[in-house]
């Protein structure tokens, strides 16, 4: 039987050795209050790297490049309601300055040091930025 995956972009935008993190409301429907890459959903008819300058532009207000964006790690995680493979990209250039564009959704966007990451984030996410600074480029997350 063939089943359809969900397809996500996420990326991580890096300044002064910190990376960008934004923080999902508290009435958010999945992982509420919790710290979270820049990204989301890709749609219909885009690429992985369309996706993100459309979303890092909705998200945090700035300009991104396609070619600016460079792939580090693809994982595939299901759940009870949904499969997802996400594709995560280090952006280091962009116009702008960061903020948070959607305070509806978002309740910080803060930046934050790889070993000093807050204790309330997504666990795919915090397990993508451990293993792409281990140089793994590829995970599976199975429900446990």
Same mark, same amino acid.
């Given at each position: $039987? *063939?089943? $359809? ?10 300044? +002064? *050795?910190? #990376? ?13 209050? +919790?710290?979270?890459?820049?990204? /989301? ?21 700035? #300009? #991104? ?13 299901? *759940? ?15 116009? /702008? ?48």
């Amino acid at each position: $039987m *063939n089943h $359809m995956l969900t397809p996500y972009a996420l990326v991580i935008l890096r300044k +002064d *050795n910190k #990376i960008a993190l934004l923080q999902r409301a508290a009435t958010a429907s999945f992982a509420p209050g +919790d710290y979270c890459l820049v990204g /989301g959903a890709v749609e219909k008819h885009e690429t992985f790297r369309v996706a993100l300058v459309r979303e890092v532009y909705e998200e945090v207000g700035v #300009i #991104i490049q396609p070619q600016d964006l460079h792939f580090v790690h693809v994982f595939y995680r299901t *759940n009870k309601i949904q499969e997802i493979v996400a594709c995560v990209f280090v952006c280091d250039l962009w116009q /702008g300055e960061p903020y948070n564009k959607e305070p509806e959704k978002h309740t910080d966007l803060a930046w934050f040091a790889l070993d000093e990451l807050p204790a309330k984030m997504i666990p795919a996410h915090r397990g993508a930025l451990a293993l792409i600074a281990q140089g793994i480029s590829y995970s599976e997350q199975e429900p446990g």
